[in-house]
């Protein structure tokens, strides 16, 4: 397929395995950090990880009105959507520039 070109394919293949070692290290350090996203001018505040899974709601007591829970249920939708909103920034930024080094354009499963 590549004719001499054994070196060439080796130095290749040492690239890629060093690629997937640095996303895979990127995506545990995304894992480990958390960002915080809020509603409401903060009623309600939600926060996940880079990774974007949910790990606590924080709701004012303010926003507790026991005959409007759809006002309180748009809140915590919207605090989680902001929250996740920072950690696909957050993705981005940790994990741009090694698909960067793949060719740009994004990878397909990347949350960008």
Not at 14 to 42: F, I
Not at 53 to 82: F, M, N, S, W, Y
Request: proline letters at 5%; glycine letters at 16%; a negative charge.
């Amino acid at each position: 397929m590549f004719p001499g070109g054994g070196a060439d394919m080796q130095q290749l293949l040492q690239q890629a395995q060093k690629m997937q070692q640095d996303l895979a290290a990127a995506q545990e350090e995304l894992a480990q950090e958390s960002v915080q996203g809020s509603a409401g001018g903060g009623l309600v505040t939600a926060t996940v990880t880079g990774a974007g899974e949910l790990q606590g709601l924080v709701i004012d007591p303010k926003a507790v009105d026991p005959e409007d829970t759809e006002t309180l249920a748009d809140l915590v939708v919207a605090a989680i959507r902001d929250a996740n909103n920072a950690a696909q920034d957050l993705a981005q930024e940790k994990l741009g520039p090694l698909a960067e080094g793949l060719g740009g354009g994004g990878m397909p499963g990347l949350p960008f």
